[in-house]
T-cell receptor
């Protein structure tokens, strides 16, 4: 199965700033997925990132707040823009494998 | 809304079998049942999946009822390291590819 490297693993950021999270996969994948996990909650899909096209966002998530890049088949970034304390969450990327989906280890973001 | 229902928590003694139930009464004919677990807010880890038949791998067994409306994940010899949140998910792929809907899962606590 694919191996995902996600960076940073954690960060503490000031409100009003932006953070870019990187996700690197050790094999080429068509789709990459970004999830958010708010404290004490389950995972929620933010968007699907295809190489060469605009990301597809789920209801409640917008490109201005969570811009996504997908420059090639092994890499994607998610930016959390103009952060507020409500954005404090774990953000995870995921890819499809031959056995379901593989997830990165997550980025634990705290906004102060 | 999640398409599965799981008990919020379960306990299991170390070395005993852990049987985690899941109801998916509205499952479609082309939807697979997947099980993932999440340890200490790390990324979810794939455990097993199945369509109709019972499945077994090195981690667990999956028992799916004949009407496919429920399933049970079995960890045959639970260890302390199996303490985690276990998610049961139904996924058809296709146009919903990658759009995993995570419910609240079952918190399994394995005690000595």
């Amino acid at each position: 199965s694919a191996v995902i490297s996600q960076k940073p693993s954690r960060d503490i950021c000031q409100r009003g700033t932006s953070l870019t999270i990187q996700c690197q996969v050790d094999s080429q994948v068509t789709m990459m997925f970004w999830y958010r996990q708010q404290p004490g909650q389950s995972l929620t899909l933010i968007a699907t990132a295809n190489q060469g096209s605009e990301a597809t966002y789920e209801s409640g998530f917008v490109i201005d707040k969570f811009p996504i890049s997908r420059p090639n088949l092994t890499f994607s970034t998610l930016t959390v823009s103009n952060m507020s304390p409500e954005d404090s969450s774990i953000y995870l990327c995921s890819v499809s494998t031959g056995y379901g989906y593989t997830f990165g280890s997550g980025t634990r973001l705290t906004v102060v | 809304d999640a398409k599965t229902t799981q008990p919020p928590s379960m306990d299991c003694a170390e070395g005993r079998a852990a049987n985690l139930p899941c109801n998916h009464s509205t499952i479609s004919g082309n939807e697979y049942v997947y099980w993932y677990r999440q340890i200490h807010s790390q990324g979810p880890q794939y455990i097993i999946h199945g369509l109709k038949n019972n499945e077994t791998n090195e981690m667990a067994s999956l028992i799916i009822t004949e009407d496919r409306k429920s399933s049970t994940l079995i960890l045959p010899h639970a260890t302390l390291r199996d303490t985690a949140v276990y998610y049961c998910i139904v996924d058809a792929g296709g146009t919903s590819y990658g759009k995993l809907t995570f419910g609240q899962g079952t918190i399994l606590t394995v005690h000595p």
